[in-house]
């Protein structure tokens, strides 16, 4: 497919593309006349992230705080003699851990906002040893935390005070693989990035991708129906969740880890599960359906004027893309500045703009498609380009013509959370949902707050733009309590108001769960309360997470 002289003068003059002339078709090594044959290139899978190393490592360097919450009354702090019963319980070596600066990590959250004071974790290897364990707590009334790979942003997996951390780390074993459905078994502490690499080499993928996806675990990940980069192609993991084995908090191990894609028999209980933030019950192990693996994938990154523009691009996708669209990610341009400015493994290829700090762009849109044949979907993304082109809906762009710069645009995008924790000492993160006529206004005004306030802060925007998810961030400087009094709940209503929610993918935890009223009636709550009570009538599982405390307005 070549261009006309036409488009390729446009996108000589659009996209600022050295050795691009008209009637040419001489290209850099690096930016690609958007429409040039050269640009599509099918990847046998989807390029590797080399953030996901750093994830971890980049977690803040300072303990943080003790958090001062009281835990609800009749729970009590397991005693050496507990201990004793845990070692009997778990005779593997290594199962029990009581040493202070080996529980300093479980005890705090990565974003350094909330810390436990647990003295004891747990490593069970079986789904017996997990009820058991459950069993003791919940006769003697001992609080306990879930833990996965800890890489939650709401502070939804470590211990609020003294409860005992049951991490599942301990159980990391893929059980089995259907080849003719997709389906896996898996024990709950396997890496998401594990279990990928698993199906991948069978023809299937995950369908969930996170910048975590080395250090989160696959029942972390579905007991906070985590969301992803991937949303807009594969849906809510709830969809892809077949069956769930949990331990219930009387020790009772609910059996529903079935393979079946329908089964109309009662209510579907594993939907509790899902997303229940370990509140209700401790996943042990998950049978999850996989779709197969794209053998082309093809990723663009593009920048557009203004947020219209952006919009408008996104119908476009959606129309012309359709089925082939993988991912739909923005990022405004004082997000990437900060990824440019901090880290210095990220570039941006499309270079920066003096006016980088604009309310109403530039926009950086990151576009991958996924299908299975490359001519195909090579024919779709240059016609969908070539339109957004002449349209002027796109300013400048360039389509990664190996899996290593394809992996660079992604390591752009995952790299804006450290990016952000570098800019200012303590780091604001709001995960939202918002209609698109709302949707980067939170951004704009939250900006203008802050300023109006004299606040020492960058506020910038990212997330998953075709799923309306938004990820406004606020790095902080100076007087920070000042940016807290004047952030929140500010942002809490401004959700509300626009009929948005205040976790779109990252859950309540122990962080938003007071603020579960601005997006839930009070029935809702209460029937929340409700099943909470019947599942877990002592409170045991994961105490103040969730769920507002009992008397407290929850809006």
Not at 268 to 292: F, H, N, S, W, Y
Request: with cysteine; charged share 20%.
């Amino acid at each position: 497919m070549s261009l006309s002289p036409s488009l390729l003068r446009l996108a000589a003059t659009r996209l600022r593309v050295p050795g691009v002339e008209a009637g040419t078709a001489s290209v850099s090594p690096w930016r690609v006349a958007l429409g040039h044959p050269r640009l599509a290139l099918g990847f046998a899978t989807t390029p590797g992230r080399a953030f996901q190393a750093r994830f971890t490592a980049s977690a803040p360097a300072v303990a943080p705080a003790a958090t001062s919450l009281t835990l609800p009354s009749g729970l009590r702090s397991p005693t050496d003699e507990d201990i004793a019963a845990f070692r009997a319980m778990l005779p593997t070596p290594g199962s029990v851990v009581t040493d202070e600066d080996a529980l300093a990590p479980h005890n705090a959250d990565w974003m350094g906002r909330f810390t436990g004071r647990s003295r004891v974790l747990l490593k069970p290897r079986s789904t017996e040893e997990v009820a058991a364990i459950l069993r003791h707590c919940n006769e003697h009334g001992i609080p306990l935390v879930p833990q996965g790979g800890n890489t939650g942003l709401v502070g939804g997996s470590v211990p609020v005070a003294d409860e005992v951390i049951l991490s599942l780390a301990g159980m990391a074993s893929i059980e089995a693989f259907d080849a003719a459905s997709g389906v896996v078994t898996a024990q709950a502490g396997v890496i998401l990035e594990a279990l990928d690499e698993y199906v991948s080499e069978r023809g299937h993928r995950v369908p969930l991708d996170l910048g975590a996806k080395g250090s989160c675990q696959i029942g972390g990940n579905v007991a906070t129906n985590a969301g992803g980069s991937r949303y807009v192609r594969y849906g809510s993991l709830r969809a892809s969740v077949l069956g769930i084995e949990a331990v219930l908090p009387s020790g009772e191990v609910l059996e529903g880890l079935t393979s079946l894609r329908k089964d109309n028999t009662g209510y579907d209980l594993k939907q509790l599960m899902i997303g229940g933030e370990g509140t209700l019950g401790v996943i042990t192990r998950v049978a999850l359906a996989c779709p197969p693996l794209s053998s082309a994938v093809h990723v663009t990154l593009l920048k557009v004027p203004s947020w219209a523009n952006a919009v408008s691009l996104l119908a476009a996708a959606k129309g012309q893309l359709a089925e082939i669209l993988s991912a739909f990610e923005f990022m405004d341009a004082p997000a990437v500045k900060l990824a440019v400015t901090h880290l210095s493994h990220v570039r941006d290829p499309l270079g920066s703009d003096e006016d980088s700090a604009a309310t109403d762009g530039p926009f950086y849109v990151l576009i991958e498609t996924a299908g299975s044949s490359a001519t195909h979907d090579r024919e779709k993304l240059d016609a969908f380009l070539e339109s957004s082109m002449e349209s002027e809906l796109v300013i400048d762009g360039v389509v990664a013509e190996s899996a290593g710069q394809a992996a660079a645009f992604w390591e752009l995008r995952e790299s804006l959370p450290e990016a952000v924790g570098k800019a200012g000492t303590k780091t604001f993160k709001y995960d939202v949902s918002l209609p698109m006529d709302a949707f980067y206004r939170l951004v704009t005004d939250a900006r203008a707050r802050l300023a109006d306030a004299g606040a020492d802060a960058d506020v910038v925007g990212w997330g998953h733009m075709g799923d309306g998810n938004l990820h406004l961030n606020v790095a902080a400087r100076g007087d920070v309590d000042a940016v807290a009094a004047a952030i929140e709940p500010w942002v809490y209503e401004q959700v509300a108001a626009a009929r948005g929610s205040v976790s779109a993918e990252h859950g309540l935890g122990v962080m938003k769960a007071e603020a579960i009223g601005y997006s839930k009636d009070a029935v809702s709550v209460g029937v929340m309360r409700g099943i909470k009570a019947l599942l877990d009538p002592k409170g045991i599982l994961n105490p103040l997470k969730m769920l507002p405390r009992e008397g407290e307005k929850t809006a």
